[in-house]
Structures are given as structure tokens and as C-alpha cells.
């Protein structure tokens, strides 16, 4: 009979314990939503904190994080101001991943010395044995695991953090987690070392995570430059916490409002303590003690302004018509600094009017602090642009899709949409003077082959021209290739063949890019498979291209340089020409003049690029007197011939444009069905502050 060797006690102690401790990673914790997690489990503590000890979320806060929790909701973006409890919550969301969910994570912060003040401040205080988060120091590896720990990489029994500094373009490599967590996103660089911007560099480290979340929150910063801008744009919803008034029950967010609302904050001026909030509904007010009864914020409904779901004190979605529903797949959140109870109402006022002196000084620095840091919105750079008004105003009376006298040759510009085509004519002459002579909207779907047909045939049309003889046609096209890449290339390969000087292009925003940019070969052909031969696809440069317009639409007087307008053109297309404004801003550590959006639309800005580029691809810009001539002589001779244009069905002119611009809020919804006019379209307005935003 085999005696099995006696174990000592306190081995076999230790043995029980590893066993235990294995054994844990196998059992399974009731499902808990984070909202309730952190009310069980997470504690305050780290330099951040003014207060120790168990962690009780304000109501606006619950939602939050029930929102970072919900596997459904892929991406979250929070534009917030300061003072709401931001930094907490994603440190609580990262305890709640190590602890209860056991995923893996990584967070961005803009610096190596970004995300080193975060891990002492806020990571190594939840880490700590004796004064941490029990359930996260529960989870953290013994013996030899503990050694691989260090400030960027904290590993656990189940599950890894990591711990990383943003500007380096290998940050985003060779890790692949479930949850990304972009800190202070709006200070990242707008691209990383020319990879791309942080969003998407973090986002391909989700990839194959069964259930991917990608998380982003900033303070915002310039407008048309700010990373949250573009997140918060681009989610599918949009929520705000709505309270309902006690005066007559009805819902509203605490908005900031402005001296030409009727609702929102109001106070006697130079009075900050008499500041109350008024009610866009009945407007009856409430001051911060009704807000806060006890000291607590009243609850409330995250609302979304997009698709008209609710979350609810039930904490469940629901649809506009109250029934239990999905979230968005990516949410927009905002929030600003009247939600929190650290910050008195009456210094909100103080601090509004003093940036205000300030700023009637010249000083806009203060202005700007408190438009991104308290009312968590973006701050609008004063930039160079031209005033549609002015533009609409020296409008000539010549007929659109005729070829005024000067107007020598003509190059198409053609931006591709979801479900349309925009085409737009330039006639141009000596001096690269030029004249609008078409603006065309093509309805369709541009993933069907045979729908480009309407574009091929517009695209060989002739034009008469003002003083009769020969029409004129098309001499180049520049096709932008950005939205609708695959099916850009696919008719190119076979258009190319049928109309002269077809090019393929893509926009390039870098600096010192030229607007006549080089070409790469793209191979492939209309099935999507590689062959020897393919197309082209040329490089616009369209900063340059932008800086070049905004120049030539300076020139006052006909001549070289100068841009001729229709008046049958209509006051869209003038909006959109000059949608764009050129702003000089701090970009990725030093000064760069940068072009940003003032409105969503631009497509003619971008046609106008286009066909600027079909120009210079033709070598109008090196052409010479004695070219002109010759020029002048072949296609405007003294001869009176004339030729009918082709006669196509396709709205052109001021009639397309009416059309375009009411359909364009539809458009995204309908991206295969071609959007139903229904008059001229309105646009949001200012919100009337009592201060211009620009500086």
C-alpha cells in the first residue's frame, strides 16, 4: 500500500488559496449595468477627488454610464464642459471592465505625460491594496504576474489595461482589445504621425471583439477642427438631459439661451445672483435651488434629438411612442457645466460677464474658455471668407447653359453623392477668367451601373454659345472619387474611352499639396478584381485649391482671375460656394492656416475645385497670348453658325438647386431612392448669444 507524503499546513493552505483563486475567474456575477456597479462597488479617491469614499452619481451621471455599459451602443461620444464628472466616470467604467465585465481595454490620452498625471491621479488610487476598489484589487494578478505591470500596461487575472500616450502612430498597434477609450480627444493631433485621426486608428483595435466599444469624450475646442465635433456629427443620435418644469411639466434641457431668447438662463446685469432659468415652454422660471431641492439634481429623461428616443428614470430606451426599443449604434451625449452641483449658477453669470468686458477689449480668450470649458460647445475662429451676399450681388445678366462671349473652353467639375450626381460647368478664358455656365443635379444611385448612363450623356452635351456659332463641348471632367470610391472607378475605366480628359480624383488636405497633384495607378476594373491596366486617380490639393479661389473671388473688376455669376443662379448655390472659411489655428503643436466648414453643405465649393483642376490638367494656366489667340480664333469666329444644344431631361439651373437643397435633409435616409423635393429648405439658426463666437 502506497503512503502518500504529508503535506505541510501551510503549504496545503497555500495550495486551497491558489485553487480558490483560480476558481474564481469561473464564476459568474449577476449582470449589472454600470449605473449600478458604481453605485455598489466604486469608490472616490486620487488627487481629483474632493471627497472620499463611496461613489453616489448624480442623475444625469447614471444614465452616462449606463450608456458606456450598454453593449448595443458600439460607440459613445461625449462632448462635455468641465465640473460634470467626466474623468470619474470613464475611471469607473475601466474598474467596472477589469472587475465585473473581465475585458480587455486600452485608453488614449493625448501625451505620454497626459496619460502619466492620469495613472497617479486617478488609476493608481483604484489600484491601491488598502484605500482602492476592493473588486478591481480582487482581480489583479499574483506572484510573477504582478511583475509585468508598469505604468502603461496593467495586467489582471482575466483581463489587461493598457495605458497610453496618443501621438505616436504606434501607440495603435499591435494590441487588440474589446473596449477603446479616447481621453480628451479634441487634443489629440488631427492626424497621428499621417496614419489618420485617433478615432479610426483606435477603432481598428476593436476589430473581431465580440461585442466592440469604442468611447470618446473631450472638452470640445475650435469649431470645424475638433475631433468631438466630428464624433458628435456623426452619431446616429443625439441626446441632452431633459427636467421636467415644475410649473408645467413639460421637458427641456437647461440651455444657456441669449439675449434674443425668450427661454433659457436670464439675470439682471451686473446682478449674477438673480440668475434663474426659464422655461421654453410655459417661460416660468426656476432658480438652482429648485434644480437641486436638498442639494441633489432632480432626475430626468435623456432625450435624443434625432430619432426621438428616450432613456428614461426607468432606465430603459424607448421609442416616440413609448415602446421599449434599441439605442443608437453610436450616441452623441452633451452636457455642460449648469447640470453639476459644484458649480453655482451665479458663477457661470460672473464668469460670462467678465469674459464679455474682455472681450469688448479685444481680449477673446476668456470668451473662448467659457464657450468650450463651461458650455461645452465649440469655439468659431474669425477667418478669411468671402460674403455670399456680395457675390449674389455683382450676378450678370447672362442665360445659364449658354457660353457667355470670352469663355473659350469648358471643364466639368462632378461630385458624387449617396443618391445623386452635381455637375457643374466653368467656361474659361484668357487669364483663367471664368463663367459659371451649368449647375445640374442627376438624381440616382450611383452603386448601379446602369444609372451612370444619365451622367455619361449629360457630360457629352453641347452648349451654344452667346454670339451664335459653333456649340461648344466639354473639353475635361474631374470626378471626385471620395464617397463613392469603387463605383468611381468602375465607370471611369469605362468612360475614359468616351469622353475627353476624364479624371479620377481624390481630395488631398495636406499641407504644401498642389491643386494639379500627382497621379497613382488604381487597378482595378468595374467587377472590383485587379487586372494590369487601370485608371488613374489624381491628387487635389485643395487647401491650395481654396486659397486660389478665395483670392480670385477678391477680384472686383472683369479680367484675369475674375469669377463670372448668372443671376438665374440661386442663392443655394452662393451658400454653398463659399461654405467654407479660412482660419489661421495651433494644428498639431504649431500655427497653420486651416479651411473649416461654416455650413454642412459645400458641394459647389468642391465642384469648383474640381473643375479648376480639369483646367490646369488641360494647361490653361501656362497658356500663352499667342495660345489664346488661336484659341479665340477656332471657337468664336466672326462666322454666324449655330447649333442646338442636345436636349436632355435633367434639371439644370436655379430649378436644381431648389430642388437639391430641400431634398438634402432626406438624403442620408433615402441614400437609395432618390429624395422628394418639397420646397425650398430651411436652415437652423444662430442661437443668437448676446456675443459674436468668431475671434
Known amino acids: 500500500m502506497t503512503t502518500l507524503p504529508t503535506i505541510h499546513p501551510e503549504t496545503a493552505e497555500a495550495i486551497k488559496a491558489a485553487v480558490r483563486l483560480g476558481l474564481e475567474?469561473?464564476?459568474?456575477?449577476?449582470?449589472?449595468?454600470?449605473?449600478?456597479?458604481?453605485?455598489?462597488?466604486?469608490?472616490?479617491?486620487?488627487?481629483?477627488?474632493?471627497?472620499?469614499?463611496?461613489?453616489?452619481?448624480?442623475?444625469?451621471?447614471?444614465?452616462?454610464?449606463?450608456?458606456?455599459?450598454?453593449?448595443?451602443?458600439?460607440?459613445?461620444?461625449?462632448?462635455?464642459?468641465?465640473?460634470?464628472?467626466?474623468?470619474?466616470?470613464?475611471?469607473?467604467?475601466?474598474?467596472?471592465?477589469?472587475?465585473?465585465?473581465?475585458?480587455?481595454?486600452?485608453?488614449?490620452?493625448?501625451?505620454?505625460?497626459?496619460?502619466?498625471?492620469?495613472?497617479k491621479s486617478e488609476i493608481d488610487p483604484v489600484l491601491d491594496p488598502l484605500t482602492g476598489v476592493p473588486a478591481v484589487n480582487k482581480a489583479r494578478r499574483r506572484g510573477k504576474g504582478a511583475s509585468e505591470e508598469t505604468i502603461k500596461y496593467k495586467p489582471f487575472r482575466d483581463s489587461a489595461l493598457h495605458l497610453l500616450g496618443g501621438k505616436a502612430s504606434r501607440?495603435?498597434?499591435?494590441?487588440?482589445?474589446?473596449?477603446?477609450?479616447?481621453?480628451?480627444?479634441?487634443?489629440?493631433?488631427?492626424?497621428?504621425?499621417?496614419?489618420?485621426?485617433?478615432?479610426?486608428?483606435?477603432?481598428?483595435?476593436?476589430?473581431?471583439?465580440?461585442?466592440?466599444?469604442?468611447?470618446?469624450?473631450?472638452?470640445?475646442?475650435?469649431?470645424?477642427?475638433?475631433?468631438?465635433?466630428?464624433?458628435?456629427d456623426e452619431a446616429e443620435g443625439l441626446v441632452r438631459f431633459h427636467i421636467d418644469c415644475k410649473h408645467c411639466?413639460?421637458?427641456?434641457?437647461?440651455?444657456?439661451?441669449?439675449?434674443?431668447?425668450?427661454?433659457?438662463?436670464?439675470?439682471?446685469?451686473?446682478?449674477?445672483?438673480?440668475?434663474?432659468?426659464?422655461?421654453?415652454?410655459?417661460?416660468?422660471?426656476?432658480?438652482?435651488?429648485?434644480?437641486?431641492p436638498g442639494g441633489t439634481p432632480v432626475g430626468g429623461a435623456w432625450v435624443c434629438e434625432r430619432t426621438g428616443k428616450t432613456y428614461g428614470p426607468d432606465r430603459v430606451w424607448r421609442d416616440n411612442k413609448g415602446m421599449?426599443?434599441?439605442?443608437?449604434?453610436?450616441?452623441?451625449?452633451?452636457?455642460?457645466?449648469?447640470?453639476?452641483?459644484?458649480?453655482?449658477?451665479?458663477?457661470?453669470?460672473?464668469?460670462?460677464?467678465?469674459?464679455?468686458?474682455?472681450?469688448?477689449?479685444?481680449d477673446v480668450g476668456p470668451m473662448q474658455l467659457f464657450v468650450n470649458e463651461t458650455l461645452g460647445e465649440t469655439w468659431e475662429l474669425a477667418g478669411e471668407r468671402t460674403d455670399e451676399h456680395a457675390l449674389q450681388a455683382r450676378a450678370e445678366p447672362y442665360k445659364l447653359c449658354t457660353v457667355p462671349r470670352g469663355a473659350l473652353i469648358l471643364t466639368a467639375g462632378v461630385d458624387v453623392q449617396r443618391n445623386r450626381w452635381?455637375?457643374?460647368?466653368?467656361?474659361?478664358?484668357?487669364?483663367?477668367?471664368?463663367?459659371?455656365?451649368?449647375?445640374?443635379?442627376?438624381?440616382?444611385?450611383?452603386?448601379?451601373?446602369?444609372?451612370?448612363?444619365?451622367?455619361?450623356?449629360?457630360?457629352?452635351?453641347?452648349?451654344?454659345?452667346?454670339?451664335?456659332?459653333?456649340?461648344?463641348?466639354?473639353?475635361?471632367?474631374?470626378?471626385?472619387?471620395?464617397?463613392?470610391?469603387?463605383?468611381?472607378?468602375?465607370?471611369?475605366?469605362?468612360?475614359?474611352?468616351?469622353?475627353?480628359?476624364?479624371?479620377?480624383?481624390?481630395?488631398?488636405?495636406?499641407d504644401n499639396v498642389?491643386?494639379?497633384?500627382?497621379?497613382?495607378?488604381?487597378?482595378?476594373?468595374?467587377?472590383?478584381?485587379?487586372?494590369?491596366?487601370?485608371?488613374?486617380?489624381?491628387r487635389v490639393g485643395v487647401d491650395s485649391a481654396k486659397d486660389l479661389l478665395l483670392g480670385q473671388l477678391s477680384i472686383q473688376q472683369p479680367g484675369p482671375g475674375y469669377v463670372h455669376f448668372s443671376?438665374?443662379?440661386?442663392?443655394?448655390?452662393?451658400?454653398?460656394?463659399?461654405?467654407?472659411?479660412?482660419?489661421?489655428?495651433?494644428?498639431?503643436?504649431?500655427?497653420?492656416y486651416r479651411w473649416i466648414k461654416r455650413r454642412p453643405r459645400n458641394e459647389q465649393l468642391d465642384n469648383r475645385n474640381y473643375a479648376m483642376h480639369a483646367a490646369m490638367g488641360l494647361g490653361l494656366h501656362k497658356y500663352t497670348d499667342a495660345q489664346w489667340e488661336r484659341l479665340e480664333a477656332a471657337v468664336q469666329p466672326p462666322a454666324d453658325l449655330f447649333s442646338p444644344p442636345q436636349q436632355i431631361q435633367v434639371k439644370t439651373g436655379s430649378s436644381a438647386y431648389a430642388e437639391s437643397a430641400s431634398s438634402y435633409q432626406n438624403s442620408s435616409a433615402q441614400a437609395h431612392k432618390p429624395p422628394t423635393p418639397k420646397g425650398k429648405p430651411t436652415h437652423a439658426a444662430t442661437d443668437g448669444w448676446s456675443f459674436d463666437r468668431r475671434a
Not at 497633384?517 to 487586372?531: A, C, D, H, T
Open 171 to 232: 501607440a495603435y498597434r499591435r494590441i487588440t482589445v474589446a473596449a477603446a477609450i479616447l481621453d480628451e480627444i479634441s487634443k489629440f493631433d488631427r492626424s497621428i504621425e499621417k496614419s489618420g485621426p485617433p478615432r479610426g486608428l483606435a477603432r481598428g483595435r476593436l476589430e473581431g471583439a465580440p461585442y466592440p466599444k469604442l468611447v470618446c469624450g473631450s472638452t470640445p475646442l475650435l469649431k470645424g477642427l475638433c475631433h468631438i465635433e466630428d464624433a458628435v
Open 324 to 362: 421599449p426599443c434599441r439605442p443608437p449604434r453610436s450616441l452623441a451625449v452633451h452636457v455642460w457645466t449648469a447640470y453639476s452641483p459644484q458649480r453655482a449658477w451665479s458663477d457661470i453669470v460672473t464668469e460670462f460677464e467678465n469674459a464679455l468686458k474682455a472681450l469688448e477689449k479685444g
Open 25 to 119: 475567474s469561473l464564476r459568474a456575477e449577476p449582470p449589472q449595468r454600470l449605473g449600478d456597479w458604481a453605485r455598489d462597488h466604486f469608490k472616490l479617491a486620487g488627487e481629483s477627488s474632493h471627497t472620499k469614499g463611496a461613489w453616489v452619481a448624480w442623475a444625469f451621471q447614471v444614465g452616462i454610464l449606463d450608456f458606456m455599459s450598454d453593449d448595443r451602443i458600439e460607440e459613445l461620444d461625449v462632448m462635455k464642459a468641465k465640473r460634470v464628472g467626466y474623468t470619474k466616470m470613464v475611471t469607473a467604467y475601466i474598474a467596472y471592465n477589469v472587475a465585473h465585465r473581465r475585458r480587455k481595454q486600452a485608453l488614449w490620452q493625448p501625451t505620454d505625460d497626459d496619460r502619466d498625471s492620469y495613472v
Open 422 to 510: 452635381e455637375i457643374t460647368v466653368y467656361g474659361w478664358g484668357r487669364g483663367l477668367e471664368s463663367w459659371v455656365v451649368d449647375v445640374a443635379v442627376l438624381e440616382g444611385n450611383p452603386a448601379v451601373d446602369e444609372e451612370w448612363g444619365a451622367v455619361l450623356e449629360y457630360l457629352q452635351r453641347r452648349y451654344p454659345q452667346e454670339a451664335g456659332g459653333l456649340t461648344m463641348g466639354i473639353s475635361a471632367t474631374s470626378i471626385d472619387s471620395s464617397d463613392q470610391t469603387q463605383a468611381v472607378y468602375s465607370w471611369v475605366s469605362k468612360a475614359q474611352h468616351m469622353l475627353k480628359n476624364l479624371r479620377a480624383i481624390k481630395g488631398d488636405g495636406n
Open 249 to 292: 411639466g413639460l421637458g427641456h434641457p437647461l440651455m444657456w439661451g441669449g439675449k434674443d431668447k425668450a427661454h433659457g438662463f436670464k439675470w439682471e446685469r451686473g446682478n449674477p445672483a438673480s440668475v434663474r432659468h426659464v422655461c421654453p415652454h410655459c417661460r416660468k422660471s426656476i432658480t438652482q435651488a429648485d434644480y437641486m
Open 514 to 538: 498642389p491643386l494639379l497633384g500627382p497621379s497613382s495607378l488604381q487597378e482595378i476594373n468595374w467587377r472590383g478584381r485587379k487586372v494590369a491596366r487601370g485608371i488613374k486617380l489624381w
Open 567 to 592: 443671376d438665374e443662379l440661386p442663392r443655394e448655390f452662393y451658400e454653398q460656394l463659399t461654405a467654407e472659411q479660412r482660419v489661421l489655428a495651433r494644428v498639431n503643436g504649431r500655427e497653420a
